[in-house]
């Protein structure tokens, strides 16, 4: 019985006495769970891409804080260039 093993995905019975309607509609489901999968991954890089993680740097922190500049850093506006506008 050498074969079995060339068949890494052996699909059980299960999907034996299903119908073509059946088969749809477990289609739709996993797209669903697909089309939720791939917001939550949306939302995820969206989160990691947020200024948190410099905003975490003690020493970021400290110059926000001073109304120094940080925007050499990551070539962005930063707060004191905000701050700056705002005084106009
Ligand atoms: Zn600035």
Known sequence: MGTARSQPLEMSNEFD???EEDFDNEIKRL???IRELQAR???REEEEDDDEDFMNDPDIRE????GEHTCHMFDAHCQACEDDEDED
């Open 63 to 66: 110059m926000v804080e001073n």
């Open 31 to 33: 797209q669903a769970c």
């Open 41 to 43: 991954k949306v939302e």
């Open 17 to 19: 006495d299903w119908t």
